[in-house]
C-alpha cells in the first residue's frame, strides 16, 4: 500500500496541496488544488480538505499506477477521466 503524504496551502478561493506518493519502490510528487466550491459539493464540510486530497488520491491509485497521476492539477479534473468519481467520493464520506 502507497503511503501519501499531504501538504497543505491556502490558495485563492480553495487550497493547494503538495502531495508526494511512495509505494516503497519509489515516489512521486503532484501538486494539486481545489476550490471551496468543489470542496463544499463533494464533502458538504464532513471531512477536512487533506482528508478529501487522501480519500481522492487513494480513488485513483486503485485505477492507475503513482506514475500515472498528473503531476499537476486542479481536483475536479479527476471527473473528466473517471466519472464515476464523485459519486464515489460521495458515498465514501456518507460511511463514515
Same mark, same amino acid.
Given at each position: 500500500?502507497?503511503? +501519501? ?7 485563492? @478561493? !480553495?487550497? /493547494?496541496? #503538495?502531495?508526494?506518493?511512495?509505494? !516503497? *519502490? !519509489? ?13 463544499? /459539493?463533494?464533502?458538504? !464540510? #464532513? +471531512?477536512?480538505? %487533506?482528508? =478529501? +486530497?487522501? /480519500?481522492?488520491?487513494?480513488? =485513483?491509485? %486503485? ?6 497521476? =498528473?503531476?499537476?492539477? #486542479? ?10 468519481? %464523485? *459519486?464515489?467520493?460521495? @458515498?465514501? +464520506?456518507?460511511? *463514515?
Amino acid at each position: 500500500m502507497a503511503t +501519501i503524504q499531504i501538504k497543505q496551502n491556502t490558495a485563492e @478561493n !480553495g487550497w /493547494k496541496f #503538495d502531495v508526494t506518493v511512495d509505494d !516503497g *519502490r !519509489g515516489s512521486s510528487k503532484h501538486s494539486v488544488t481545489l476550490s471551496k466550491a468543489l470542496y463544499d /459539493k463533494l464533502t458538504a !464540510g #464532513d +471531512i477536512t480538505p %487533506e482528508d =478529501l +486530497i487522501r /480519500k481522492s488520491f487513494n480513488f =485513483l491509485l %486503485e485505477r492507475e499506477p503513482k506514475e500515472s497521476i =498528473l503531476s499537476s492539477f #486542479d481536483l475536479s479534473v479527476i471527473s473528466r477521466y473517471f466519472p464515476e468519481y %464523485e *459519486r464515489v467520493i460521495k @458515498n465514501e +464520506i456518507c460511511k *463514515r
